[in-house]
């Protein structure tokens, strides 16, 4: 099974790889908690997620009676980081179809990647906690190469080419950073639509969308021909 046209596949992690709101949302209302604010639900949660914690936070607050002060959001930032670190695997899976996916992938010989705008170091450790760390050539963060190189930029997946040794490559994610990343980067996206999209999956500039991981592989056959 040699045939297959892309060398390598990155991932985005949250909503695209993982289904993390769970975990994510317990740590930020454990934060709003402290903020003295109400709660928000799992539906609200997918909507805050994209570009990092900071900007999940931020966006907490905002649909909750709006911004605190600068010092307090860094106080109550670390303590959502400080939570959610202890608290990682909770409830975070693969999305449905995902392990026979990667089992499909990896059988074309296909070198598997993570691009999260996620910190490495977290990234890391909840691959590690699910067990599937040994499944990834590399898994890169937001912070990997600095402050302001993240997605939508297209560093890290230049970096993920660089790690991977190189070749033909495309990229799976849910996100307006995710699509722009890779178009930065001259790489096809396929948008899955059960993540946390921050638009209409087909509004998001992909070069697919798909509903269901058993329609990637197929669909990366198709762009890739």
């Known amino acids: 099974m040699t045939d297959f046209p892309y060398d390598i596949v990155g991932f985005d992690l949250d909503g695209t790889l993982l289904d993390t709101h769970g975990d994510l949302g317990h740590a930020v209302n454990h934060a709003l908690a402290l903020a003295g604010r109400e709660p928000v639900d799992k539906e609200t949660v997918r909507t805050l997620v994209g570009g990092g914690a900071r900007k999940m936070l931020a966006r907490a607050f905002e649909v909750t009676g709006g911004p605190v002060a600068e010092d307090r959001f860094e106080e109550l930032h670390a303590?959502?980081?400080?939570?959610?670190?202890?608290?990682?695997?909770?409830?975070?899976?693969?999305?449905?179809?995902?392990?026979?996916?990667?089992?499909?992938?990896?059988?074309?010989?296909?070198?598997?990647?993570?691009?999260?705008?996620?910190?490495?170091?977290?990234?890391?450790?909840?691959?590690?906690?699910?067990?599937?760390?040994?499944?990834?050539?590399?898994?890169?963060?937001?912070?990997t190469l600095g402050p302001g190189r993240a997605k939508?930029?297209?560093?890290?997946?230049?970096?993920?080419?660089?790690?991977?040794?190189?070749?033909?490559?495309?990229?799976?994610?849910?996100?307006?950073?995710?699509?722009?990343?890779?178009?930065?980067?001259?790489?096809?996206?396929?948008?899955?639509?059960?993540?946390?999209?921050?638009?209409?999956?087909?509004?998001?500039?992909?070069?697919a969308v798909i509903d269901h991981f058993d329609e990637l592989i197929p669909t990366l056959e198709r762009l890739g021909a």
């Open 152 to 207: 939508p930029k297209p560093d890290l997946l230049h970096l993920m080419l660089e790690r991977a040794g190189g070749g033909r490559a495309a990229y799976v994610g849910d996100t307006s950073y995710d699509t722009g990343g890779a178009a930065a980067a001259g790489l096809p996206c396929v948008v899955v639509s059960f993540g946390f999209n921050d638009a209409e999956p087909e509004t998001l500039g992909g070069s």
């Open 79 to 143: 303590q959502l980081m400080a939570y959610y670190t202890a608290n990682i695997a909770r409830d975070t899976h693969l999305f449905p179809g995902g392990e026979a996916m990667l089992d499909g992938l990896a059988a074309r010989g296909v070198k598997i990647a993570v691009v999260t705008n996620k910190l490495e170091h977290l990234a890391v450790r909840l691959f590690e906690e699910l067990g599937l760390a040994k499944r990834f050539v590399t898994v890169i963060g937001g912070d």
